[in-house]
């Protein structure tokens, strides 16, 4: 059986005949009694801080627990954030290596296309010329032919200074 503080100041104890002081073993247990309840009381206390602070404590590891994980989540979506960035980096810089490689054909194309317009041109231009002699040298001779037939030769002669014409002079001017 556990004694309590009330058991102590209800505590009997046989008489004898050279016993004890009565009042004095009283006092001796109220004293006790007093004690006693105190350090069941402090005894209490402190089970009671225990016990709230086993609850804490389990708290506080389920905190501990749910942060770990917490920050074991964050360190792997960070990781595949990383990853998945890098990923993303070489797709892109693949992209542009290929429309770069792109543009530089089409550019090269368009560089030929223009080489060959350029011939071309410098052909026609070289055609027109030759006609527009062509058509300067017949009308040359056909101004020469025209003023010979009616007028005098002395007049003719003048008039041939005058006609004297320079076909390349003429194509020069008109280009």
């Known amino acids: 059986m556990r004694i309590t503080p009330l058991n102590i100041k209800k ?5 004898s005949f050279r016993g004890y002081d009565k009042d004095e073993v009283h006092d001796f247990l109220d004293k006790l009694a007093t004690e ?43 990781s595949k954030a990383v990853e998945s960035a890098k990923r993303q980096t070489a797709l892109m810089l693949k992209e542009a290596e290929i429309k770069a490689d792109q543009m530089m054909e089409k550019a090269r194309g368009e560089a ?25 040298a017949s009308q040359s001779t056909l101004l020469d032919v025209s003023f010979g037939k009616g007028e005098e030769k002395k007049e003719e002669e003048n008039d041939k200074e005058d006609l004297n014409i320079d076909i390349n002079d003429i194509v020069d001017k008109l280009l």
């Open 11 to 15: 505590q009997e104890f046989n008489k």
């Open 36 to 78: 006693y309840e105190e350090v069941v009381r402090e005894n209490e206390r402190f089970r009671k801080e225990l016990e709230e602070a086993k609850v804490q404590l389990a708290e506080f590891k389920r905190i501990e627990k749910n942060l770990q994980e917490t920050l074991l989540r964050a360190q792997e979506s960070s």
């Open 112 to 136: 030929e296309r223009l080489k060959s317009s350029l011939v071309k041109l410098k052909e026609e231009r070289g055609l027109i010329i030759a006609k527009l002699k062509s058509i300067i």
